[in-house]
């Protein structure tokens, strides 16, 4: 039995590095050689948790979760009835797609491993091919900005339209990037941390707030005019609010800052749960959207990621080595200490 390493939650805010049964794909699977594997926010909520409940009795005992759902790697083996693919392809991968559980979300399987199998592997469901142009720490991003996209699409934007998106994350700069590339004329990013606004204004958004240091309502009025609400009361021109820092303060402000007519994407989980003046969004006749996932974005996005992939490798902060995962996901628990870790499994 070949064994290789993967990373799964340990105790609470740990990983464990075990060695696991190396997958032999079937003949509808391919096997892939994991290069690089992004984390994400949700893989500190696991780990924060320590793991997450068994299905069979939630809120019981808690059980590991293999981590990673933002992997890129290169086919190394390919099951005798899979078409359109072949030994040394580079792919992405839609964690969604695998029958026994979301990859690296409370399924069988997890990305930050040397070796993932795809089931019922096919081009343009569970796998993109991807040009060997582009590096694989590049390529992991394809499924948050993914999910950035369909925020994106979610809000509608259009050229004429004044945007402002809450938190300068990856989901947020790979919204601010998407708006750009839509044409959208005014992108504005607000978050509290200086380095993140820098980041933002490099990967093209047109202005930055300091919402720890300035009165946003009032910035946005300077950025985008003055506009009203449904009472005639003064507020910014902004169109269209997005939500991807997932703070109470965010929905405050913005019910704050809203005109008439004026639209908020919430694409960030949200930290706990907030009161929402409703007598607020009366006023401006607010429509709320939530933006979950990538029904349709998932690979989409590849051929952009792949033509513009000098900007949004901006969005990468740390290249960490398997060898190092426990550092790549501290600082990923240290607020404010990184972007974008990028795990790489290289030779």
């Given at each position: 039995m070949s064994t290789m390493k993967s990373v799964q939650t340990g105790g609470v805010n740990k990983i464990e590095v075990v060695?696991?049964?190396?997958?032999?794909?079937?003949?509808?699977?391919?096997?892939?050689?994991?290069r690089a594997c992004g984390i994400c926010g949700t893989d500190v909520t696991f780990l924060h948790m320590g793991g997450m409940p068994a299905r069979a009795h939630l809120g019981g005992d808690l059980v590991p979760v293999a981590l990673g759902h933002e992997p890129a790697g290169e086919v190394v083996e390919i099951g005798a009835e899979v078409d359109g693919l072949k030994v040394g392809d580079r792919v992405v991968v839609n964690p969604q797609d695998a029958p026994t559980g979301i990859i690296g979300c409370g399924g069988k399987y997890g990305g930050i491993s040397e070796f993932l199998?795809?089931?019922?592997?096919?081009?343009g469901r569970s796998v993109a091919v991807f040009p060997?142009?582009?590096?694989?720490?590049?390529?992991?991003?394809?499924?948050?900005?993914?999910?950035?996209?369909?925020?994106?699409?979610?809000?509608?934007?259009?050229?004429?339209?004044?945007?402002?998106?809450?938190?300068?994350?990856?989901?947020?700069?790979?919204?601010?990037?998407?708006?750009?590339?839509?044409?959208?004329e005014h992108v504005v990013v607000?978050?509290?941390?200086?380095?993140?606004?820098?980041?933002?204004?490099?990967?093209?958004?047109?202005?930055?707030?300091?919402?720890a240091e300035e009165d946003v309502t009032a910035r946005l009025t300077e950025l985008h005019g003055q506009s009203a609400?449904?009472?005639?009361?003064?507020?910014p021109g902004t169109d269209i609010f997005i939500d991807a820092a997932g703070a109470a303060a965010v929905f405050n402000t913005v019910v704050g800052s809203a005109k008439w007519g004026a639209k908020l994407v919430m694409v960030a989980v949200q930290k706990k749960g907030t009161e929402i003046d409703l007598g607020g969004m009366l006023r401006s006749e607010l429509t709320l959207v939530a933006s979950q996932g990538y029904p349709t974005e998932i690979f989409e996005v590849t051929p952009e990621l792949v033509e513009h992939q000098e900007?949004?490798?901006?969005?990468?902060?740390?290249?960490v080595p398997l060898a190092e995962v426990e550092r790549a996901f501290e600082l990923t628990l240290t607020p404010g200490a990184a972007e974008k870790v990028v795990v790489t499994l290289d030779d």
């Open positions: 060695d696991v049964e190396r997958p032999v794909p079937g003949p509808k699977d391919v096997l892939v050689r994991v199998l795809i089931e019922n592997a096919e081009v060997d142009t582009v590096p694989f720490d590049v390529a992991s991003l394809n499924e948050p900005m993914a999910v950035a996209r369909h925020a994106v699409n979610r809000s509608e934007a259009k050229p004429g339209d004044k945007v402002v998106v809450f938190g300068a994350g990856p989901i947020g700069l790979g919204a601010a990037i998407w708006l750009k590339l839509r044409g959208v607000a978050d509290v941390i200086p380095a993140r606004l820098e980041k933002a204004l490099a990967v093209g958004a047109d202005a930055v707030v300091n919402s609400n449904a009472l005639g009361q003064p507020r900007r949004f490798a901006k969005l990468i902060s740390h290249r």
